[in-house]
């Protein structure tokens, strides 16, 4: 069985793989910080976390100085969207403490 084509899958079998219609997708951020101590540093992530989860994202990544990770949908099959990657460039863009962030593209998360 070829893993990289789903025409030759059964929906079934798509769905265990998370391919075709049941793909997630996410995107990955890169931001550089100005947080100086690990009492600005829980702040920081209690607040960005707090807004992942309003707008029903999580988040795995972290770091100090070079902030990144990957973000994907809370949801069992659901995925991240443009708008969402927008709310979440634009909400780190808005942090005093936040320089430089990039995010990336829509991926498939279970096969980057």
């Known amino acids: 069985m070829n893993l990289t084509r789903i025409d030759n899958k059964k929906r079934r079998i798509r769905k265990k793989l998370y391919m075709g ?3 997630i997708q996410g ?12 009492d600005q540093y829980d702040v920081f992530i209690d607040d960005f ?15 100090f100085e070079v902030f990144d990770g990957f973000i994907c949908s809370t949801e ?4 991240a969207t443009q708008a969402q990657r927008d709310q979440v460039a634009a909400w780190l863009e ?3 403490e936040v320089s430089q962030v990039t995010t990336g593209e829509l991926v498939d998360a279970n096969y980057l």
């Not at 995107?27 to 690990?38: N, P, R």
């Not at 309003?54 to 988040?59: G, H």
């Open 49 to 63: 976390i707090d807004f992942l989860e309003s707008i029903d994202l999580c988040f795995a990544g972290g770091g």
């Open 94 to 96: 808005a942090r005093a």
């Open 21 to 23: 219609e049941f793909a």
């Open 76 to 79: 069992r099959y659901g995925s």
């Open 27 to 38: 995107f990955e951020i890169v931001c550089h910080t100005s947080v100086a101590d690990f």
